[in-house]
Nanobody
Framework: QVQLVESGGGSVQAGGSLRLSCAAS????????MGWFRQAPGKEREGVAS????????YYAASVNGRFLISQDNAKNTLYLQMNSLKSEDTAMYYC??????????????????????????WGQGTQVTVSS
């Protein structure tokens, strides 16, 4: 059983930065894919970024590539999402998720759209990010 708790959301002006954290507890093994998703009102939940728990490849959605950075502190069992140069279109509820996956699948981002969120079995409660222009 895995429990995930997000924090760090808030309101920020366009161009600003936020860092989201996801504290994980339970049995997070090295073959877990750790991901960040977001969902805006009336829109599908989309994958933003991922990192393999054992380290290595990461995935970023095209819309955030170069602005967001995913990282993890295995000693603290914590996942981070550093969000820079925020835009109004980044406004959404952000969720941390985890699931056992092959590293190649985790890094491919094939789960990021089209209902691929269903590939992840463990979810946090979400943290709201609001970017004002």
């Amino acid at each position: 059983q895995v429990q995930l708790v997000e924090s760090g959301g808030g309101s920020v002006q366009a161009g600003g930065s936020l860092r989201l954290s996801c504290a994980a507890s339970g049995n997070i093994y090295s073959d877990y894919c750790m991901g960040w998703f977001r969902q805006a009102p009336g829109k599908e939940r989309e994958g933003v970024a991922s990192i393999y728990a054992a380290g290595g490849h990461t995935y970023y959605a095209a819309s955030v590539n170069g602005r967001f950075l995913i990282s993890q502190d295995n000693a603290k069992n914590t996942l981070y999402l550093q969000m820079n140069s925020l835009k109004s279109e980044d406004t959404a509820m952000y969720y941390c998720a985890a699931e056992i996956q092959h590293e190649n699948d985790c890094a491919s981002g094939s789960w990021a759209y089209g209902g691929g969120a269903g590939d992840f079995g463990y979810w946090g409660q979400g943290t709201q990010v609001t970017v004002s222009s």
